[in-house]
């Protein structure tokens, strides 16, 4: 596969950009570090955001609620979407935010002429292949669950918005984006917070990129994922788990016949089968 090498552009920046998911993990990360690519940051989650630094604008939205979404996207030129459930849950807790909730996104962002969205899928959506087998962006996916399906929904999705109506989307295959990796298949599969911060910042201001689908790993001495995709980016990894492996390998290794030491979605692979039909909620007793 023949790539070329695309520079950042020094003065990478949009008017008005839109994080989603804002009030998470990695939303907490990047709220501050995307802020120096935007006039205006609108940070938005359904949990609490806190009080607007500079510049920011403060929008509270549940992602399954269509016409808030709507409001949401309206006058962004960019958006950052990490919002939604991040861990294997049951499909009906998956559904709202991450199946209904990436459709009202991409809704809104065709009605409001949103040109460029980064999306934060994930390695679940290959989570099934073995661990040790080396992927590229055009392995067949293979998802560990329901949360793994919503992030392939999420992939396929926003292909078809880009093949109709042209809107650009960088699909990040996200490993494991946190301060350490935490276990042995974290070793491989950990992307470090300033790798993860270059790799959106480049995902969302390198221009032509199409759709494309790039895996989020930092420059582990081990590797399963195919960075071809990340050099259209001109991304090139600058940390490694490497430097945790004594801490790491302290820890007992699970049993060679475990499911999470076996694929590359580790534990997410073993997760479920839940209640079928689901429980619905216990109604309030009757006076
Ligand atoms: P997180 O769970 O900490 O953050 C997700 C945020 O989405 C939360 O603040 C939550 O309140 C919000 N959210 C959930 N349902 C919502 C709804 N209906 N409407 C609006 N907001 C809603 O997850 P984290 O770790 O920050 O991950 C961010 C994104 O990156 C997620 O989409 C996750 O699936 C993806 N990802 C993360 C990885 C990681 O290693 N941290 C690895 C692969 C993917
Ligand atoms: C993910 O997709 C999750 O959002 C995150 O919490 C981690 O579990 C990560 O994958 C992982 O595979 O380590």
Redesign the pocket.
């Given at each position: 596969m023949s790539q070329t090498v695309n520079r950042l552009p020094e003065s990478a920046r949009c008017h008005r950009l839109l994080l989603?998911?804002?009030?998470?993990?990695?939303?907490?990360?990047l709220r501050p570090r995307l802020k120096a690519h935007a006039d205006i940051l609108r940070v938005?989650?359904?949990?609490p955001l806190g009080e607007p630094a500079s510049g920011e604008e403060i929008a509270p939205?549940?992602?399954?609620?269509a016409a808030a979404v709507s409001q949401l996207v309206q006058g962004v030129d960019a958006i950052v979407?990490?919002?939604?459930?991040?861990?294997e849950q049951p499909f009906d807790a998956i559904l709202?935010?991450?199946i209904q909730?990436v459709y009202h996104l991409y809704e809104a962002a065709r009605l409001h002429g949103v040109r460029r969205v980064v999306f934060?899928?994930?390695?679940?959506v290959i989570g099934f292949y073995e661990q040790g087998q080396q992927l590229d962006a055009d392995t067949p996916l293979r998802p560990d669950g329901y949360?793994g399906l919503s992030?392939a929904y999420g992939e396929h999705l926003s292909r078809f918005y880009f093949d109709r109506y042209g809107i650009q989307t960088v699909c990040?295959?996200?490993?494991?984006?946190?301060p350490e990796p935490k276990d042995r298949r974290m070793m491989v599969?950990w992307?470090s917070y300033d790798d993860l911060t270059d790799l959106v910042t480049r995902a969302l201001f390198t221009p032509d990129v199409g759709h494309l689908i790039v895996y989020?790993a930092s420059a582990n001495r081990d590797r399963w994922w195919s960075d071809d995709a990340a050099r259209v980016l001109g991304f090139v990894p600058k940390d490694s788990s490497e430097r945790f492996r004594a801490q790491v390998e302290a820890q007992p290794p699970l049993p060679p016949d475990d499911p999470a030491a076996r694929y590359q979605g580790g534990a997410f692979v073993k997760a479920g089968p839940f209640p079928f039909p689901s429980q619905p909620a216990a109604a309030p007793d009757a006076e």
């Amino acid at each position: 596969m023949s790539q070329t090498v695309n520079r950042l552009p020094e003065s990478a920046r949009c008017h008005r950009l839109l994080l989603t998911g804002a009030a998470g993990g990695l939303g907490k990360v990047l709220r501050p570090r995307l802020k120096a690519h935007a006039d205006i940051l609108r940070v938005s989650d359904v949990a609490p955001l806190g009080e607007p630094a500079s510049g920011e604008e403060i929008a509270p939205c549940d992602l399954a609620d269509a016409a808030a979404v709507s409001q949401l996207v309206q006058g962004v030129d960019a958006i950052v979407h990490l919002g939604g459930v991040s861990v294997e849950q049951p499909f009906d807790a998956i559904l709202p935010a991450n199946i209904q909730g990436v459709y009202h996104l991409y809704e809104a962002a065709r009605l409001h002429g949103v040109r460029r969205v980064v999306f934060a899928s994930s390695n679940h959506v290959i989570g099934f292949y073995e661990q040790g087998q080396q992927l590229d962006a055009d392995t067949p996916l293979r998802p560990d669950g329901y949360y793994g399906l919503s992030k392939a929904y999420g992939e396929h999705l926003s292909r078809f918005y880009f093949d109709r109506y042209g809107i650009q989307t960088v699909c990040l295959r996200i490993g494991s984006s946190f301060p350490e990796p935490k276990d042995r298949r974290m070793m491989v599969t950990w992307l470090s917070y300033d790798d993860l911060t270059d790799l959106v910042t480049r995902a969302l201001f390198t221009p032509d990129v199409g759709h494309l689908i790039v895996y989020g790993a930092s420059a582990n001495r081990d590797r399963w994922w195919s960075d071809d995709a990340a050099r259209v980016l001109g991304f090139v990894p600058k940390d490694s788990s490497e430097r945790f492996r004594a801490q790491v390998e302290a820890q007992p290794p699970l049993p060679p016949d475990d499911p999470a030491a076996r694929y590359q979605g580790g534990a997410f692979v073993k997760a479920g089968p839940f209640p079928f039909p689901s429980q619905p909620a216990a109604a309030p007793d009757a006076e």
